[in-house]
């Protein structure tokens, strides 16, 4: 069974949702070199963003590229970024009203 990703219309729905305090979990993918591996990432919500950035081949300006990503705070009290590809699965422990 296939897990609902960050880029299907759920999670992109959860993604616009999510709120400074959210309480989320990530499963992504991590690649180094040849090797790829699964990881989860959980934490509180910081913020989230739609950050426009380049290639690193050359363009037409028109050509925008976006990624969404969210700042987490660790239950350690760390700062983490996670960037959503077609892999990653987004999923709310704990919603803040």
Known sequence: MTQPSATTATGRELFSRLKKGDRVEIGHEVRVGLR??????????????RRRHGLHNPRNPDDKVYSDLIVLKRDDGELTTVTLDEFSVLRLLESRT
Do not use: H, L
């Open 36 to 49: 790829t591996w699964r990881t989860m990432t959980r934490g509180q919500v910081v913020r989230t963003e």
